[in-house]
């Protein structure tokens, strides 16, 4: 086989911060809402096919910007997954099979016991134990961790022999299994993170995990660069060294990638679109399924948007075909509600969620409803409502431009209050804050199959996990229903009963969800092998990395 070595056209030009949201300026916009042709969903890539030739060095952009740290229990981010594997891996399908342990399973009600490989070991060539295993599932017990919600129902952990761990829980709990393809189950050495401390994870700490590259250099500010792991039980990888670089510019971004100085970069500028696709390019936009969603919501329980006919007047008011044809440039498709269907496509249950997910009314205009349910609210509607959104983000930008013109027709007042990214990001966890904003705009994604992520988030009381649950939403029924969903083990009758809570609080809509947002990739033409759905938060999507 010939080595191939990566050529660089120009300086990498332009490379920013990291920002809070995982959300980038986009280029300026030369489609119209008359061209931004849709993607057919059914035309919808998971993976490209496994390189046959190694390379040498591939550049790749971080558009979410440089990361704080690369701790799996503290951070999601696209370059975690390729040093740190998990117990079970999330397949580009969005289905769960085995990873570092060859089983995971239920032995009762409120026991799970996980079986590891026996060829797996650290980048320092230390076999992996379950001891490694129990300390890094402790770690995220503690609310620092991200994965703390689905280690909520855990009373202990226990390293029975060197290869078996048993879990022991106060109650069933449906979506651990899950969890365990993503951050919430990668493998971190136990030696390596108590002599870290605090540092671990940092370009100062550094980290020691079992996944096909490790570490190499963290210059702050700059880049990451990781190597191949020689050793990787699951064979190594053909590209030699990754390099990430942190661009959250689109305009620069587009550029480089359509110039062939960047190698890849997921996330990319649906206002791009053209760029990317025109003739002359060094490498070519995959299309992929994605979780990711675009919403906004109400921030406090004594605002007009906490009343759900206000909501539900706004969602009428707004053509989600002409967002996606303006935000994402077709890049996207309508979303009946907040849980998208692609967490559930590979679950054993998906037929239950499909034809309730089907069942739900499709989002129409209807300016009339709209204008008779802001009647029905008695709000006053001289006072303004003020929508947040992240500066600089050009979808956030439209997103609030077509938010207030649908208020508008229906006579409300939409004020844009624009924050600095990181002011904006402070304020999903600051009530003081969000004092004076009605609504917040986001975009998120689910990293791991399940369909509970969102609800328990936004449609529980706060003691029960609904951090995001600013409004006080209450519906005592919903949470029955959520609460059986999680705690079932049959998963036939799991799914019945989320299906019983989401068909009352679907028409609530705690979030507006206005489009579900098709995962994008640029890729140089020279390359292929990576994974191009969303599980790239959970996988080792650059194992398969390489020249065709």
């Known amino acids: 086989m010939t080595r191939i070595t990566r050529r660089r056209t120009a300086a990498v ?35 490209l096919p496994a390189a046959k030739n190694p390379v040498d060095e591939v550049t790749w952009a971080v558009v979410e910007g440089e990361p704080q740290t690369l701790d799996p229990a503290s951070s999601a981010n696209v370059i975690i997954p390729n040093l740190c594997d998990s117990l079970l891996t999330v397949e580009p399908d969005f289905t769960i099979e085995a990873g570092i342990a060859e089983a995971a399973e239920w032995i009762d009600p409120v026991t799970f016991e996980i079986t590891l490989r026996d060829d797996v070991s650290f980048w320092d060539g ?30 202990s952990i226990e390293a029975t022999d060197d290869d078996t761990v048993l879990v022991h829980f106060t109650a069933p709990d449906s979506t651990f299994r899950d969890a365990l ?6 493998v971190m ?21 079992a996944g096909p590259y490790r570490l190499e250099d963290w210059k702050p500010g700059s880049e990451i660069s990781v190597v191949a792991n020689p050793d990787y039980w699951g064979g190594a990888p053909l590209t030699e060294r990754i390099r990430f670089v942190f661009v959250t ?72 075909k002409v967002y996606i044809d303006t935000v994402l440039q077709g ?24 034809e309730a997910y089907d069942a739900l009314p499709a989002p129409e205009v209807d300016l009339d409803r709209a204008k008779e349910l802001i009647a029905e609210s008695g709000i006053d509607t001289s006072v303004p409502l003020v929508f947040a959104v992240p500066a600089g983000a050009k979808e956030f930008s439209q997103t609030a431009a077509i938010v207030q013109s649908a208020a508008k027709d229906i006579g409300l007042t939409v004020a844009i209050d624009e924050r600095q990214p990181a002011d904006f990001g402070a304020l999903f966890y600051s009530p003081e804050l969000r004092a004076g904003i009605d609504f917040v705009s986001t975009v998120g994604y689910l990293e791991v199959p399940g369909v509970l ?53 679907a028409p609530d809509q705690l979030q507006v969800t ?18 191009t759905s969303v599980a790239i938060y959970s996988s080792p999507w650059a194992l398969h990395l390489g020249a065709e």
């Not at 920002?19 to 993976?47: G, M």
């Not at 393809?181 to 990668?186: S, V």
């Open 249 to 320: 510019d689109g305009a620069t971004l587009t550029s480089a990638l359509t110039a062939g100085e960047i190698d890849g970069a997921f996330n990319v500028p649906p206002g791009s679109r053209q760029s990317f696709e025109a003739e002359g390019g060094e490498g070519r936009l995959i299309v992929g399924p994605s979780t990711a969603s675009y919403s906004f919501g109400p921030t406090s329980a004594d605002s007009a948007a906490a009343d759900p006919r206000v909501r539900q007047a706004l969602s009428l008011a707004i053509d989600r």
């Open 189 to 209: 050495s136990q030696a390596f993170g108590e002599a870290a401390g605090q540092e671990l994870g940092t370009s100062g700490g550094g980290l020691l995990c």
């Open 331 to 354: 890049l996207g498709e309508v979303q009946k509600t907040i849980v998208p269907p692609f967490v559930f496509g590979g679950m054993e249950a998906r037929d239950t969620y499909q």
């Open 514 to 531: 206005l489009a579900g947002a098709h995962h994008l990739t640029y890729l140089s033409d020279d390359l292929t092998g990576i994974t």
């Open 453 to 505: 992520g969102y609800p328990q988030l936004f449609m529980l009381p706060a003691e029960l996990g609904g951090i995001f649950n600013w409004s006080g939403y209450s519906n005592d029924e919903v949470t029955a229903d959520l609460q059986t969903a999680r705690t079932t083990v049959d998963p036939i009758a799991a799914a019945d009963a989320f299906v019983k809570a989401q068909e009352v609080f």
């Open 181 to 186: 393809g993503g951050g919430g189950g990668a």
């Open 126 to 155: 230390t076999p992996v134990t379950a001891s490694d295993v129990a300390y890094s599932l402790e770690r995220n017990r503690t609310p620092a961790s991200q994965w703390y919600a689905a280690f909520a129902l855990i009373s």
């Open 13 to 47: 030009a332009a490379l920013a911060t990291a920002t809070v949201l995982a959300v980038t300026a986009c280029a300026p916009r030369t489609n119209t809402t008359e061209n931004a042709e849709q993607v057919d969903p059914t035309s919808l890539v998971t993976s």
